[in-house]
């Protein structure tokens, strides 16, 4: 079953806003909620994508 919190996060972003519910859920139930200190390096240049990263609070920082 799809987290709730998630679906509505995701309903709520541009990205996600024009998907069907069943399809919504279907990107819910893969989410994963990760939490992430002020400094920490949560991306690099070059390194191989495991995903889609969604701020829900907060602000990052990108350099290049």
Known sequence: E???KH???LAATALF???SRQR????????REMQHD????VV??????????LIIE????VSI
């Open 38 to 41: 002020a400094g920490d390096v």
């Open 58 to 61: 907060g602000t990052a920082e």
């Open 7 to 9: 679906l509505e996060l």
């Open 44 to 53: 690099t240049e070059g390194s191989s994508a495991h995903g889609l990263q």
């Open 17 to 19: 806003s024009q998907l």
């Open 24 to 31: 919504l859920e279907t990107v819910a139930k893969l989410a």
């Open 2 to 4: 799809a987290n709730g």
